[in-house]
């Protein structure tokens, strides 16, 4: 049983369009987030989800929205894709969120090429 | 503006020796600290952490050493094992009222030699 899971695991696109990576805990866990790998490999957050509330949003551009439907699932939609935009995308969970001595627990990643 | 530093993009061991894998931190309010290891096309997985009260932490082979001052922390793995080959990433976070923010360093690549 996959902890965290995403898909799709490669996603091909051009430029312009619209697509979505979705991700689902089975963890029980209360906070989602979502992470970026860049080109310089560095792990950035993106954004965090406690109980369906967004309660981290790190300066991303609005073409980017996260949608929790329950705190399970946590999707990320990205309109008029761009060239920057391609990168790893990681989804992870952790329990609470918001105690001390947490981990991330990871999805194994979607791969976005836009060409 | 690397909060998280791995200064070392890579490291080779030979099998049963110790590796030593190094990242310094700039923000004195991080408080809490992770290391994960990744294999290609898997996510990273957690390994172990340090929080800012202790100056050590072991478990089994891995001992994560935690210098406040100096703003280091060092994972020490012994002894070395080709499985051991991935990629490390130093995690940190500070106090939040509300939520996490684990800042990663770029990490380290161990290859572990037979």
């Known amino acids: 049983d996959t902890a965290v899971s995403q898909t799709p695991k490669y996603l091909v696109t051009q430029m312009g369009n619209d697509k979505s990576i979705k991700c689902e805990q089975n963890l029980g866990h209360d906070t989602m987030y979502w992470y970026k790998q860049d080109s310089k490999k560095f792990l950035k957050i993106m954004f965090s989800?406690?109980?369906?509330?967004?309660?981290i949003n790190e300066t991303v551009p609005n073409r980017f929205s996260p949608k929790s439907p329950d705190k399970a699932h946590l999707n990320l939609h990205i309109n008029s894709l761009e060239l920057g935009d391609s990168a790893v995308y990681f989804c992870?969970?952790?329990?609470?969120?918001?105690?001390?001595?947490?981990?991330?627990?990871f999805g194994s990643g979607t791969q976005l090429s836009v060409l | 503006d690397q909060q998280v530093k791995q200064n070392s993009p890579s490291l080779s061991v030979q099998e049963g020796r110790i590796s030593i894998l190094n990242c310094d931190y700039t923000n004195s309010m991080f408080d809490y600290f992770l290391w994960y290891k990744k294999y290609p096309a898997e996510g990273p997985t957690f390994l172990i952490s340090?929080?800012?009260?202790?100056d050590k932490n072991e478990d089994g082979r891995f001992t994560v050493f935690l210098n406040k001052s100096a703003k280091h922390l060092s994972l020490h793995i012994v002894p070395s094992q080709p499985g051991d080959s991935a990629v490390y990433f130093c995690a940190a976070s500070a106090p939040r009222n509300y939520g996490q923010n684990f800042v990663f360093g770029p990490g380290t690549r161990l290859s572990v030699l037979p």
């Open positions: 340090i929080s800012s009260i202790k």
């Open positions: 992870a969970s952790s329990l609470k969120g918001r105690q001390l001595n947490e981990k991330l627990f």
């Open positions: 989800y406690n109980n369906k509330e967004l309660i």
